[in-house]
């Protein structure tokens, strides 16, 4: 499997300066292996960035498909989703797939493809650009290729339940928790059972260690908890995600700086970097 991070930044682009190292886009990573459609975590404005890359192949001639996976709906994790190009070519066909909540997946995104708000074309309605596939995730993982798509609810705020994904080809394993609170052990117990010898592991670190005390309640994680869960569950190296969107490049590589001498491999994610596992 390629991993690819095309928006590591939460809640809003972060388009300052002295940000620019880390990335400024919000969640998306690209998940590709060579007998599956290409998977995608989460619709931030990362999304976009991906999308025109994509055009350049398969998509642009409107031959492509793909899996879109939601960890949850708050805005910056779907964004990027009215953006997305591959969606208006006709021919392509993607599918798009979240927890839900009481609303449905799919009437979550449509309340975001309004005109009042969107000014680009409702590919959700027929005859507007690719075949598009809505689904609300049950219990059972999904098969893509050779590619097992399991999932854990981990936590529920600001009215959006979250999920974090496990994806694995039999030998070697993805795990993604972008957002996460570590409330109770039972929270822990499913966040360690996504991460169980993975073979990289990227995890929410919105909030400094020094940080996260003053913040019960706002639905997030920091370094010191990641790395936690990542030596727990036996992963094999750890990526931090989702960075402060008021947190500096030069931030960032002093908090790296102390993670250095960590036993497991850690590191602060960055826009465009690319992972091999297996």
Not at 71 to 99: E, K
Request: charged share 20%; aromatic share 8%.
């Amino acid at each position: 499997m390629k991993i690819t991070l095309w928006g590591a930044r939460g809640d809003v682009s972060a388009i300052h300066p002295d940000r620019s190292r880390y990335g400024v886009s919000t969640p998306c990573v690209l998940v590709e292996h060579s007998d599956a459609d290409p998977i995608i975590l989460d619709g931030g404005i990362g999304l976009h960035w991906l999308g025109n890359a994509l055009m350049a192949g398969a998509f642009g001639k409107g031959q492509g498909r793909a899996q879109l996976f939601f960890s949850h709906t708050n805005w910056c994790h779907i964004q990027g989703v009215p953006f997305f190009v591959p969606l208006l070519i006709p021919g392509n066909s993607i599918r798009l797939c979240g927890g839900g909540s009481a609303h449905g997946t799919k009437q979550l995104l449509l309340e975001q493809m309004r005109s009042t708000y969107c000014p680009v074309p409702d590919f959700f309605q027929d005859g507007i650009g690719a075949h598009v596939d809505v689904c609300d995730l049950d219990t059972e993982p999904l098969q893509i290729g050779p590619l097992s798509v399991e999932h854990q609810e981990v936590g529920a705020f600001h009215g959006a339940q979250r999920l974090g994904f496990r994806i694995s080809d039999g030998a070697n394993t993805l795990a993604y928790i972008p957002a996460i609170e570590y409330v109770d052990d039972a929270l822990q117990d499913r966040a360690e059972a996504l991460a169980r010898d993975a073979d990289l592991l990227i995890h929410d670190a919105y909030y400094t260690d020094a940080e996260l005390a003053a913040q019960k309640g706002a639905g997030h994680s920091c370094p010191a908890q990641a790395l936690q869960t990542a030596r727990r569950a036996n992963a094999k190296r750890l990526v931090l995600f989702n960075h402060h969107p008021e947190r500096t490049d030069d931030a960032l590589d002093a908090a790296a700086q102390h993670l250095a001498k960590s036993d497991l491999p850690v590191e602060f994610g960055r826009e465009k970097s690319e992972y091999s596992v297996g």
